[in-house]
């Protein structure tokens, strides 16, 4: 049954999901990642231009719920992954782009959930780090893979294999980070990224999303023919050309 772990709401064409399970710094346990599955269905979520992911109390995420899976077997973690464990890539499959208010703790789970995310505002109290190797094992989802599709082999192994936390900071000058702001100041930058976004034509700010998302397992050649079929099947849209007509007329003013 739910436990209101995950709350919803819509601003204009914004929506915001925050986990609330403030008592365990909004550790990622199994139900609460059930609850995220669930919502990414819901009509606020499927019909809004912009999705912001915010953490209630103290933290972001202080990551995955270990006291829950301390002593699963090889097919209880198989069957997990099959339940509930793969909402990253759903939340990472989003057509509308994403973006994570982060504060506090972000760890583990909670920083590949951030990692799954497009933009990433982190206030100054942000604190982050992958201490899975350390505990004997490994970041699982997805998070060894889009580290190292961000940052190279060298810096994702330095961060995973010697665990150490990092400040918000240190986040933006490796690129993990978008920007940086004062302390309690995260969710209200991303709310005012996420309406710019969702200001935008819809259809190609999904289309770029998906295009970019592609890039890096894409030859050359492939990323040319993503580029150019994407925009033939663009430019010809009624919102398309409604943008540049308000573009000249922008642009004729004295």
């Known amino acids: 049954m739910s436990r ?10 914004v ?12 550790a990622l346990s199994s139900e609460l990642e059930g609850e995220l599955l669930d ?4 009509d606020e979520v499927r019909s809004s231009r912009c999705v912001v992911f915010a953490g209630s109390g103290k933290a972001f995420s202080a990551g995955a719920d270990i006291n829950e899976f301390r002593d699963s077997d090889p097919a209880s973690i198989a069957a997990y992954y099959a339940a509930t464990g793969d909402v990253y890539e759903r939340i990472a499959a989003l057509p509308s782009p994403t973006v994570g208010a982060i504060h506090g703790w972000c760890l583990g789970g909670g920083l590949e959930l951030a990692l799954a995310l497009d933009f990433r505002i982190a206030d100054e109290t942000a604190t982050f780090g992958l201490p899975e190797v350390r505990l004997g094992i490994l970041p699982s989802s997805g998070g060894t893979h889009r580290l190292v599709r961000m940052l190279g082999p060298a810096k994702a192994k330095e961060l995973m294999l010697l665990g150490r936390r990092f400040d ?8 993990l980070v978008t920007e940086v702001v ?5 969710l209200a930058r991303a709310l005012e990224v996420a309406h710019e976004l969702a200001a935008l034509p819809s259809l190609a700010v999904r289309t770029a999303k998906q295009a970019a998302d592609l890039m890096p397992e894409a030859s050359r050649e492939a990323g040319m023919l993503i580029e150019r079929l994407a925009y033939a099947a663009l430019a010809q849209t009624p919102e398309a050309q409604q943008a540049v007509e ?6 004729r003013r004295p």
Not at 168 to 173: C, F, I, K, L, T
Not at 182 to 186: K, P, R
Not at 246 to 251: E, G, K, L, Y
């Open 4 to 13: 209101g772990l995950v709350d919803v709401r819509r601003e204009g064409d």
């Open 15 to 26: 929506a915001v999901l925050t986990l609330q399970r403030e008592e365990k710094l909004n």
């Open 39 to 42: 919502v990414l269905s819901k």
């Open 168 to 175: 918000a900071n240190e986040a933006r000058a490796l690129g």
């Open 182 to 186: 004062v302390e309690g100041g995260a």
């Open 246 to 251: 308000d573009f000249t007329r922008r642009d």
